[in-house]
């Protein structure tokens, strides 16, 4: 038995919108048996743009029951249904956070209408549902109210259905076959519509970088795991939040990987080809230029100055940051954090004392009453905070298979790149270890990893130089 279920909502987030209506078409395999439809009042003003696409207005809702008053019918009509949907993810996920709220876990299995059309029914230009029933001659009337696109989606599943049977026809037994078939199609109704369940199963359970699609070849995600066939798995079948995250996984149609042999090395390429390649749904680490580092240097008097500027071959940062802009932001943090002195620092212009001294919140380095022993040490341990225990360095990995190990060099406190070399390879300085690696681009993100990868537990091996 199937429940054929759409709604309307006050959004796209199933986080904070709230169902508006309702529709719920009941087939037993063969046609359509019952139907339920309801209004919903979401205790919340519908926004303009929501009511001039569905028609559903204030005014309408105002006297619907809430969704708390007809949950009980809800539950009663779809148990033991399959709950089958255009887009499932979306539909299911906004019916199971109504039922949260009101603190019932709301559990189906389901099907999605958009995966089953395009095995079906393949090679068509859309299947969104209003051009996919044009594409197959199916009315569709009221288009964006549940009950309407409801209807629609039933009569699509009904022909989907006979279209099945039609597939398995040479079969001794098609009803069974094509209940098998649909029973597949459950199993794999969280995948995105394009991917098949056979290209997740062939995944490694192995750590390395992983690659979405489009149906163009686009990269428009790239991500890392230590089990890239589980974490993919976890992708599909999370709760989507919005319509955006749906478009997301609707456009993927392709799925590629690199073994990195552990989650460090797997980290460092993730961050480099996100900003590399600039996949759209990657949003955090999309920034591809590092050119304004942190330098120290020690002044004629003994005091360390930190300072900020744009980074070149002949100087070596502590720290890359994106542009001036972060580069300032993040001294001003270290001198409130170190009680530092703003004009030692580079951010201050005097040639007495400095802001900071006349309201004492710094001890006075600037016009030399703190030593520069004490002031210093706090610049030390400001430094110690932000850059490596060591300065040169070799972190040694596991490999991608038996006999294989990563390398990953930094040299005065920079990252120079990882490789990958045979676990009989010798090296008596740090000239062959970087011989033995591929080049990457050092900046913050890649120094962040590096350094929390240093102080937690791990297997890996360091030689210092």
């Not at 300065?391 to 060099?409: D, P, T, Y």
Request: hydrophobic share 35%; aromatic share 10%.
């Amino acid at each position: 038995m199937y429940a054929i279920i759409d709604i309307e909502t006050t959004g796209g987030q199933p986080a904070q919108d709230r169902i508006t209506e309702i529709a719920i078409f009941i087939h037993d395999g063969h046609k359509i048996t019952d139907k339920f439809h309801t209004l919903v009042n979401p205790q919340r003003p519908i926004p303009y743009f929501i009511s001039n696409l569905t028609g559903i207005t204030d005014d309408m809702v105002k006297d619907a029951p809430k969704f708390h008053e007809v949950a009980k019918e809800i539950v009663q009509f779809t148990e033991g249904k399959i709950f089958v949907a255009h887009n499932v993810r979306f539909d299911y996920s906004f019916v199971k956070k109504e039922f949260a709220d009101l603190g019932y876990t709301y559990q189906r299995k389901t099907l999605c209408t958009v995966r089953l059309s395009r095995s079906l029914i393949p090679g068509l230009p859309s299947y969104s549902l209003g051009k996919l029933c044009k594409s197959i001659d199916i009315p569709l009337e009221l288009r964006h109210r549940a009950i309407g696109d409801a209807e629609a989606t039933a009569k699509l599943f009904d022909k989907l259905i006979k279209l099945n049977e039609k597939a398995v026809s040479g079969s001794e037994d098609v009803v069974s076959e094509s209940q098998k078939a649909l029973k597949n199609e459950v199993k794999t109704s969280l995948l995105p519509p394009n991917i098949k369940k056979e290209q997740v199963d062939a995944l490694p359970d192995a750590p390395g970088v992983y690659y979405f699609h489009d149906e163009k070849g686009e990269v428009i995600y790239v991500g890392k795991s230590i089990n890239i066939r589980k974490r993919i798995i976890q992708h599909f079948n999370i709760d989507y939040k919005s319509k955006k995250s749906i478009e997301f996984k609707n456009q993927i149609a392709d799925i590629t990987y690199e073994l990195m042999g552990n989650e460090l090395v797997a980290l460092l390429f993730e961050s480099d080809e996100i900003k590399r390649m600039k996949p759209y749904y990657n949003r955090q680490q999309r920034r591809s230029v590092f050119n304004t580092g942190i330098f120290v240097e020690t002044d004629k008097n003994g005091y360390k100055r930190l300072s900020y500027g744009r980074i070149n071959d002949e100087k070596i940062p502590l720290i890359a940051l994106s542009n001036h802009y972060k580069a300032k932001g993040f001294l001003y943090h270290v001198i409130g954090k170190y009680q530092l002195c703003q004009k030692l620092c580079d951010l201050y212009k005097s040639s007495g004392s400095c802001f900071d001294y006349q309201v004492h919140q710094c001890k006075g380095a600037c016009i030399g009453k703190e030593s520069p022993e004490s002031y210093n040490e706090r610049v030390d341990k400001a430094i110690e905070a932000f850059s490596y225990e060591h300065e040169n360095f070799v972190i040694i990995g596991k490999g991608r298979e038996a006999g294989e190990r990563s390398v990953i060099v930094v040299e005065h406190g920079r990252y120079l790149g990882f490789g990958f070399v045979d676990e009989t390879f010798s090296a008596s300085n740090l000239e062959d270890f970087k011989n033995g690696i591929k080049r990457y681009n050092d900046n913050k993100d890649i120094q962040q990893i590096i350094r929390q990868h240093m102080r937690t537990k791990n297997a890996d091996k360091v030689i210092i130089f």
